[in-house]
């Protein structure tokens, strides 16, 4: 052990800061990351042990146990339990004659629950040991526990391949991309290493100036205007500079990033090299998250076909001096590393943890240097503006939100799937482009975005109205919103709080157990108020995106749903708690001492 | 001596080194802005949100947001003193605090700052979580009944070399401050008597000592938390050079 843990460490050339590098590589090899691994690892960087185990422990795939020859992840969002996840989880179970959440007797099987991996549009789904199964059904559960009872790899129990490139050998993937509509600027046709060619061709200010001119704005959900971005980041102080692509989409809900990385992974390479030319950038670091790992072998043929390309490497498209590369660093599974300043952090192999602003990455980023973050997306959209000039990407759109959009819809509707719009779309458009007429709710962004009703269908997706990073959620009339749908988001944001601030750690648990009180009857009309106070405070107290927009399930659905959480309270007079269960009160103590209290 | 500008907090004028911290220039000009994750020292983390001020209609923190000429600052403002109130009660209810029976009763600064907002029962549900107390080490005991999670420790407490004796463990709601088995083992008693102090509440004790100073004499007994701030700013007309 101790020979290839060291070995792990030399190829990282005992760098702290690729400490998540590392420990991918050690869990990779042994499944796990052991006591002595990490004592091992510790001495090898010159940490402390603590040191080693607070990343370890920040990351949902990390373990320091054996999570079984095969680990079952399956998905546990929303849609995946509108598209019978319940009934899927409830076979594993039986099949394998162990619960989620632990490794059967015998350490072959283990399974878990994770929050969403990016596959709303094929549910329900689950990650086998890197591997992603989606469209799971009893039978076919039936057949991969079989499959791993006879000790079968996990590759042998794969079904059908799926479309495009997902069917290329280093890919070799089940996933299909459901590309259900492509626009004028990510699908148009394009020929690779035309922007670059250009590029060389214009100044690092010219090209900021023609990104400013498209009027982009980030497309992660932030919507910061990107040519700004850049502007900030040539112009901060630093002997270096970085650029990173945020390719971290765990906003439950988006699998757009999925589509792009499958189908369009030069465009990415090419933005990022773009950015790198207009901020002087050496070094470029695309973060993947882990779900995505299957994707790795495929990337990084494609990061070498540009490199014999020379559209990487020295002297990029034959411009002497311009000098840029690119690596990947895989995630091991935190929804809060799509937090710009959280994923600069991961990158330097520690804690998941957004930073504190002032300073912004553009001034103090990666490793303290000025640093470019930008969404997949925006990175993709950027080649296009290079190639056909910023003036013809700001016609698109509308007044303030220029351009196009992906949208990753799943849900309640006929076809989910992947539909590049121009911003500024309808929703009662995009229902009926979907077969989601009879939709009763709709969450847009995500869990950390809005949930409206049918009185906001006439209302468009762009930032002066409904901004939104992607994730649209169609709900139908057969779910109950506040059970199936609320209580689920608040679950993940639950999971996925860093810690740090005490209300986001603090107060998601809480207002889930209002939210529960409430579905168990036992509320009162004042249990609203609170809600509603208590949620107001997140926005108000917390650091980061996560936890200000951690209550937005809450909050948007008690404006726009106010009925369906009056209907759980039987009586609106009452102003005292009727929660209290006395039995249940006193059942520990009854135990203990062995008699019951004569009530 | 560096460049001095000028802001005010609630009103008041102050003066503030440039680049200095808002809590820290706060103190500096006798005004008390709450906070627990703070220290001397100690680069600031951000995270008990106590130290909440408004600047511009924008909660930020202000002991990672450094003075800007002319900047107002808003703090005790009914709004703000609700919120800290609220997240005081919230580190009441997550964790298991009964400070009768609690070595730092009285130089406890989360049992000040409940006194100081006259918290009485905190609006959320207790939730009486089960932690465990770490007693394997030689100098210290880690009672995570009480940790507030506010990283002093952490970021304070360092061997020579730099290495950290404490460390973050897990995340979110299951967030806990573990101690380095193999550090604290040789463990110094200055050091062990520095990361005592750098605890705002009873979470890292000594062992084998205690109560030396008997409740009723202690720091928060005699004075409320933030009373004891002497303006160190001598004349804020001479030091501004217009």
Known sequence: MRTIINKIIEKFNRNEARLMDILLDVQAEFGLISGDAVTLIAEGLNISSVDVQQTISFYHFFSQKSRGKYTIYLNDSAVAYMMGRADIARTFEEECKCKFGSVTEDGQIGLFNTACIGMNDQEPAAIINGIVFPKLTESCVKDIVNGMKEGKSVPEMMGELGDGENSNKLLNSMVNNNIMKTGSVLFSDYKNGTAINKLVTMTPKEVIGEVKASHIRGLGGAGFPTGMKWDFCSMAEGDERFVLCNADEGEPGTFKDRVILTELPNLIFEGMTIAAYAIGAKEGILYLRQEYHYMKAYLESVLDKLREENYLGKDIAGKIGFNFDIRIQFGAGAYVCGEESALIESCEGKRGEPRNRPPFPVQKGYLQKPTVINNVETLCSVVKIIENGGEWFSMMGTKETAGTKLLSISGDCKYPGVYEVEWGIRIRDMLEMVGGEEAYAVQVSGPSGICISKKDFKRTICFEDLPSGGSIIIIGKERNLIKDIVCNFMDFFIDESCGSCVPCRSLPLILKNKLQKLLDGNGVMSDLTDLENWSKNMKAANRCGLGQTAANPILSTLKNFREDYEALIKNKEKDFDTGFNLDAAVAASCEAVGRNPQI | ?242
């Open chain 2, 1 to 242: 001596m560096s460049e001095k500008i000028k802001f005010t907090i609630d009103g008041k004028e102050c003066i503030a080194k440039k680049g200095q911290y808002i809590l820290e220039a706060a103190l500096e000009n006798g005004i008390y802005i709450p906070f627990l994750c703070n220290m001397k020292g100690v680069k600031p983390a951000g995270s008990c949100r106590l130290c909440n001020v408004k600047i511009n209609g924008r909660n930020m923190t202000a002991c990672t947001t450094p003075v800007a000429a002319g900047m107002e600052v808003e703090s005790e403002i009914p709004e703000l003193q609700e919120l800290r109130l609220s997240i005081i009660e919230m580190l009441f209810v997550e964790g298991n605090h009964f400070c009768p029976s609690c070595e730092k009763s009285g130089n406890c600064e989360l049992q000040a700052l409940a006194y100081k907002f006259q918290m009485l029962v905190p609006r959320f549900p207790y939730e009486f979580p089960i932690k465990e107390v770490d007693a394997s080490s030689p100098k210290l005991y880690i009672d995570r009944n009480r940790c507030i999670k506010c990283k002093r420790c952490i970021r304070n407490i360092k061997d020579e070399n730099g290495k950290s004796y404490f460390a973050f463990y897990k995340r979110a709601h299951d967030v806990e401050i573990c101690l380095d088995k193999e550090l604290a083992a040789t463990m110094s008693d200055e050091l062990a008597q520095k990361a005592m102090d750098t605890c705002p509440v009873g979470a890292i004790l000594r062992k084998e000592k205690g109560f030396d100073q008997p409740i009723g004499t202690r720091k928060f007994d005699k004075q409320a938390i933030g009373t004891d701030i002497i303006s160190v700013v001598e004349n804020i007309n001479m030091e501004v050079k217009e």
